[in-house]
């Protein structure tokens, strides 16, 4: 009836053939591009952090009063400004600061003299381990929860279980803090309430940790496994027989989880911030608290190392999510012209 | 195919209806929102009794004390023997306030970047990029901490410092919503029709974020009156003596183990505003969803 | 007209193997409408058989209930629309009301479907092969190796070029033809008894569009099909037999060339008015006026009345489907060959 009924071609034969000489570029080259971009980015960011510190402690006052703190008098000034050599030009100070830090010299503590870098170091291992248990945690219980709220979300208990994660979306970390405290430490007395003694001691920070970002992902997680479980994919699973378990966990899943990439990568961000009132809440004996010891105290040289090290910290964490969503994601793969 | 959509029914676009919203969402963060809002105006009307008498044991006084002079403390006293319903309310213009100028300027600050960079190409787009790439990967509670820790605390240096770091996650949306708008065929044609730059962003492209922008704005005012609380908190947010939320947290904590009421007050406020304010963010989202398939039907 | 000739070759062979192998009784699917005083009724007692080897094209506008009837064939009608009357047997076995797990072993085994849109069936983050796979693990006994044996001879039997390289592939690696050829293996990959392919071609641009029915003919002459379309010149291009459905109901059945030559209901001959051809003496399109009863709409009587040049007052009555001269149309009016001597 139309015209192509008289355009009677065999079937094998010619067949479109625009993608078919396409390849993909290798995993590795493009996990080099990416590793580049984030060396760049990361190299921004500590670029702008350390100026922004340097002038806005110049800017608003004199940073010799500030090192000096408040007993400080006039000889003592005159010696600081010596000292770290706060009578030359600003931009020859800038200059100075900025060749310190591409060698990584933060200076010394203002507190008690020790390297900077190295009272930073020496906080790094539990921090870290409290983040990354806080992390695993968190993905372990949102993904699956996630996962069963979204795939039928108009059932009674789902819509219960949702709104229960709402509510628990709206309350602060410290105050989960708080509460555990409360109930575990003071009225029943079976976990530390502060400090790193021991295995129990980690029970409260990781949970008050992974508590407070958990509802934030299992949103995320189940309304895009309820949006996929909509998707065309899984009409076509479905019409070839396969059945819920197999729609939810092996289709619609691993859609979910690679469009929510980027809110797993900043995780790790999120969790870091985190973790400087977690560790204040539980007197834990590390980075977090170390800053905020120092921001207090205007210890700025460990302040500066402090941020350092996390900056590098969070941005290893998001390009090693970057690097592992490659390998998973098909559709990352870019062809090659 | 159509069938199972035709039984959709087109949603009014942003009208009000005879009751609410038409989100149940608005409508709930609205009235809890409102009823914190409208706790403000009790500061006026009670005045905050402090009884500096007596030791520490005597001054805190559990939830439901009732006083020798007939005061009802609903939520117990605080270690000044000042009652901590009354002590909340008082911090409702901390709180709230501060995160409030701080989501402002995130918005605008926020929108601007973002359209800058969806605006133009090459290299102020590429540096916008790097910048928000760069600055969303910091933890926010770490910048803010430091920054504040250098301008000092008060109503204003925090509110503005964290309104001027906030921003990122929101000029991030914004651009890519931006990029979208910009390949409409209404501006294809006004940019022919010669109109200028602002013009166009400002008349064609920023209608279309609105939804946008009121979503975020009422996510980041519950992100920013965490991160002011929780700066407060570690007492580098509200000077020492404003009843912020934050600051009435961090009293509590230290007298957890006599007077482990101190923290409820506190708690159920930031709790509840924050629920408030994701309940508007979550109805907007929603209205703004429905107004999306009004328009496609 | 080729393609009537065509058409009527196949029909005249497939009319001698007459086995029934699908039937389906007074087919009704409805989706709830909360606070309205009737529920949506997508398919409004449908019934027909599909005889061995017969290619059955479903023809009707978007929303006349024709993606439903297949989609309920399989048991899969959109929550939350569902089945609430009526019987599908396949051979002498009724699968409407299987339990789920039952129903799955026919899904994909006894009846393959390939749906429309090429892009969005597939799943963008499995592979290929993965998929075709699945599906052969699910309904036959074979070791994972013979699976994707199986799989590489499915993709070279639709014409996939170095279908042995596709199999690790990605949907989006390949085009649109090549997607639904993909579809296509993946429906027929357990062997069904029936094919359903819904608007299998129209996502398609035309040239492509004719290599993909090209492959249905070529591959499944002798297989027992149903092709839903909403475009003439397809069904024609390869059905035996037609089924013209308007707002949930079939209103006229026939052979292809019955349909085409002599179209008994107006919808009909509205229908093939608006099919764009090459022939002189008809140079211009005409559109149907007006359009189809929504979900909204409350229909008494016949539902194409309203658009109907022939309407009289007693099509506010519902017309049944029956035979008028030599096929079942449903019209108090039909287009009969003795009245159109005009």
């Known amino acids: 009836m139309t015209d192509i009924a008289d355009n009677n071609k065999p079937a094998s034969q010619p067949i479109e053939t625009e993608k078919n000489d396409a390849e993909t570029i290798p995993v590795a080259k493009q996990t080099a591009q990416t590793l580049t971009k984030r060396i760049l980015e990361l190299l921004f960011l500590l670029m702008f952090i350390s100026t922004l510190l340097f002038f806005l402690l110049r800017l608003t006052g004199d940073p010799a009063a500030v090192l000096a703190g408040e007993t400080g008098d006039q000889e003592q000034l005159e010696l600081i400004r010596k000292q770290y050599g706060l009578d030359k030009p600003l931009i020859v100070q800038y200059g100075v600061f900025l060749y310190k830090l591409v060698q990584l010299d933060f200076g010394s503590s203002l507190a008690n003299a020790q390297d900077a870098l190295g009272l930073v170091f020496e906080r790094l291992p539990t921090s870290f381990t409290l983040v990354i248990i806080a992390f695993t945690a968190n993905l372990i219980i949102s993904i699956p929860l996630g996962a069963w709220l979204g795939s039928r979300p108009d059932r009674t208990g789902r819509k219960l279980a949702a709104t229960a994660v709402f509510v628990a979306q709206g309350i602060p970390g410290y105050i989960t803090g708080l509460l555990l405290i409360q109930l575990f430490s003071v009225e029943l007395g079976w976990l530390p309430s502060i400090g790193n003694q021991g295995i129990l001691s980690w029970i409260m920070p990781a949970t008050t940790l992974a508590a407070f970002q958990a509802p934030q992902v299992v949103r995320v997680i189940s309304a895009n496994v309820a949006e996929a479980m909509r998707e065309d994919y899984i009409r076509t699973a479905r019409a070839n027989g396969a059945g819920f378990n197999t729609l939810l966990w092996r289709h619609a899943l691993k859609n979910a989880m690679l469009g929510a990439t980027a809110l797993i990568g900043a995780q790790v961000s999120f969790l870091v911030g985190g973790s400087i009132i977690t560790e204040v809440i539980f007197a834990w004996p590390g980075l977090g608290r170390l800053l905020v010891t120092s921001v207090q105290t205007l210890d700025f040289p460990v302040v500066q190392a402090a941020v350092f090290m996390i900056a590098i910290f969070v941005y290893f964490a998001i390009t090693l999510t970057d690097i592992v969503f490659l390998f998973i994601d098909p559709r990352l793969r870019r062809q090659r012209a | ?297 | 007209m080729s393609v009537v000739t065509e058409g009527t070759a196949d029909a005249a062979r497939t009319a001698a193997s007459g086995e029934t192998i699908l039937s389906v009784n007074d087919l009704v699917v409805e989706f709830p409408r909360p606070g309205q005083p009737t529920d949506f009724r997508a398919v409004n007692g449908v019934s027909f058989d599909l005889r061995q080897g017969e290619t059955l094209g479903l023809v009707g506008e978007s929303g006349s209930g024709k993606s439903m009837t297949a989609l309920s064939l399989l048991g899969i009608v959109p929550a939350p629309g569902k089945i609430i009357e009526g019987s599908i047997n396949l051979r002498d076995r009724r699968i409407d009301n299987l339990p789920v797990n039952e129903l799955r072993k026919v899904r994909g085994n006894d009846i393959g479907m390939v749906f429309q849109d090429p892009m969005t069936g597939l799943n963008p983050v499995r592979s290929i092969g993965s998929q075709l796979t699945e599906s052969v693990l699910r309904h036959q006994d074979v070791s994972k190796q013979e699976a994707i044996e199986l799989a590489f001879h499915a993709l070279d039997d639709v014409g996939i070029p170095s279908a042995r390289e596709r199999l690790e592939g990605f949907p989006h690696e390949l085009s649109g033809g090549l997607r639904q050829r993909v579809m296509i293996a993946l429906a027929l990959i357990n062997h069904p008894e029936v094919i359903i392919a819904d608007e299998a071609t129209t996502a398609l641009d035309a040239t492509i569009q004719a290599q993909i029915l090209d492959l249905l003919r070529e591959r499944l002459s002798s297989a027992t099909m149903i092709l839903i379309t909403h475009d003439m010149g397809v069904a024609a291009e390869i059905c035996d037999r037609i089924m013209v459905m308007y707002a949930g109901r079939i209103v006229e059945t026939g052979t292809i060339e019955e349909v085409l030559t002599s179209p008994r209901h107006p919808y009909t001959v509205g229908l093939l008015s608006a099919v764009p051809k090459f022939d002189i003496r008809r140079p211009k399109l005409v559109p149907i006026p007006g359009i189809p009863p929504t979900a909204e709409d409350i229909v008494r009587g016949c539902p194409f009345a309203p658009r109907c040049r022939f309407a009289e007052t007693d099509c506010d009555q519902r017309p049944p489907l029956e035979y008028a001269e030599d096929r079942l149309v449903a019209c108090w009016h039909p287009r009969l060959a003795s009245e159109r001597k005009k």
């Not at chain 2, 069938?3 to 809890?32: H, M, V, Y």
């Not at chain 2, 770091?165 to 940019?191: F, H, M, N, P």
């Not at chain 2, 064609?204 to 929780?230: D, K």
């Open chain 2, 1 to 297: 195919m159509t069938t199972a959509t035709a039984t959709d029914k087109p949603a009014p676009a942003f009208r009000f209806n005879k009751i609410g919203t038409g989100s149940l969402q608005l409508d709930l963060g609205l009235l809890l929102f409102a009823i914190v809002v409208i706790a403000l105006l009790a500061q006026w009307v009670v005045l905050d009794e402090s009884a500096l008498d007596g030791n520490l044991r005597t001054r805190l006084k559990p939830m439901g004390y009732i006083s020798p002079d007939g005061v009802r403390h609903i939520f117990g006293t605080d270690q000044l023997g000042r009652d901590l319903l009354f002590r909340v309310l008082g911090g409702l213009p901390w709180s709230l306030g501060i995160s409030g100028v701080a989501v402002v300027c995130v918005a605008v600050i926020g929108t601007f970047i973002g359209l800058i960079g969806a605006w133009y190409t090459g290299v102020v787009r590429t540096i916008v990029l790097l910048g928000i790439a760069a600055m969303i990967a910091m933890p926010f509670l770490v910048l803010a901490l430091v920054v504040v820790a250098v301008v000092g605390r008060g109503f204003w240096p925090l509110s503005l410092t964290m309104g001027f770091i906030a921003w990122t996650a929101v000029s991030r949306v914004i651009y890519a919503e931006s990029r979208g708008l910009l390949t409409r065929e209404y501006v294809l044609a006004a940019r022919l029709f010669g109109v200028s730059k602002w013009s166009i962003l400002i008349f064609h492209v920023l209608p279309g974020l609105r939804p946008t922008i009121l979503v975020m704005a009422a996510f980041f005012f519950a992100v920013l009156l965490i991160i002011e609380s929780a700066l407060s908190f570690l007492g580098l947010g509200a000077p020492l003596n404003a009843p912020s939320w934050g600051n009435m947290l961090s009293d509590s904590r230290q007298y957890l183990t006599i007077a482990p009421w101190m923290m409820f007050a506190p708690a159920g406020a930031i709790v509840l505003a924050v629920i408030s304010l994701n309940l508007i963010g979550d109805g907007f989202a929603e209205l703004s969803r429905k107004r999306a398939r009004a328009v496609e039907v």
